[in-house]
Nanobody, 127 residues
Framework: QAQLVESGGGLVQAGGSLRLSCVAS????????IGWFRQAPGKEREFVAA????????YYVEFVKGRFTISRDNAKNTMYLQMNSLKPEDTAVYYC????????????????????WGQGTQVTVSS
């Protein structure tokens, strides 16, 4: 059974950095699109970034461009979200997700576009 497990969340001051990891198991995810989403308290889950199967194409939501970097290491079945210059409004539970579809990743920004999900990791940014 396919499984995604996130880690790396925590409490950080505004302006700080965190690197989230998402380890996949149960199948080889090297052919899968990977997405990161987040959900703040009282808000809907929203798209953050996506990366294609090879890591050659990435796509970001506007409010994280220049601050967050998505990457993957297919040999380790691990995906990453490097988050720099964090702001209090980045506080949320962050989820990784994956799907085997081969659509352009810029079109894979909805929750329903992804089949597999992790349990989430909490990121809290203090002001």
């Amino acid at each position: 059974q396919a499984q995604l497990v996130e880690s790396g969340g925590g409490l950080v001051q505004a302006g700080g950095s965190l690197r989230l990891s998402c380890v996949a198991s149960g199948r080889t995810f090297s052919s899968y699109v990977i997405g990161w989403f987040r959900q703040a308290p009282g808000k809907e889950r929203e798209f953050v970034a996506a990366i294609n199967w090879s890591g050659s194409i990435t796509y970001y939501v506007e409010f994280v461009k220049g601050r967050f970097t998505i990457s993957r290491d297919n040999a380790k079945n691990t995906m990453y979200l490097q988050m720099n210059s964090l702001k209090p409004e980045d506080t949320a539970v962050y989820y990784c997700a994956s799907d085997l579809r081969t659509r352009p990743i810029a079109t894979m920004v909805q929750i329903g576009d992804y089949e597999y999900w992790g349990q989430g990791t909490q990121v809290t940014v203090s002001s």
